[in-house]
Nanobody, 114 residues
């Protein structure tokens, strides 16, 4: 059974940058899609970015420009976050999908505050 692990969250000042990493292990099939989502208190989980096995990236319009997703290898997805704002404060989750399964990580807290 595949497992997903996130790392890299923390406290950052407004205007700062932070990089998150995600690694999926234990899967028996190719990871077709990896994505980053976030959930702030009282809000629904929302999509930040996705990246396919062949490197195609997709962002909601609200996330374009400040967030960059990339893949270190086929089982890793990194999220570079720039010009962070207090409203970016949330728990950030990584998601990985194969042909037969979909797994979420436990999430990593990102807090943007002075």
């Amino acid at each position: 059974q595949m497992q997903v692990f996130e790392s890299g969250g923390g406290l950052v000042q407004p205007g700062g940058s932070l990089s998150l990493s995600c690694r999926a292990i234990g899967g028996a099939f190719r990871i077709d899609l990896m994505g980053w989502y976030r959930q702030a208190p009282g809000n629904e989980r929302e999509l930040v970015a996705t990246i396919s096995y062949d490197g195609e990236t997709k962002y909601p319009d609200s996330m374009k420009g400040r967030f960059i997703i990339s893949r270190g290898n086929q089982n890793e997805a990194n999220l570079q976050m720039n010009s962070l704002r207090p409203e970016d404060t949330a728990v950030y989750y990584c998601n990985a999908k194969t042909l037969l399964e979909e797994r979420w990580g436990q999430g990593t807290q990102v807090t943007v505050s002075s």
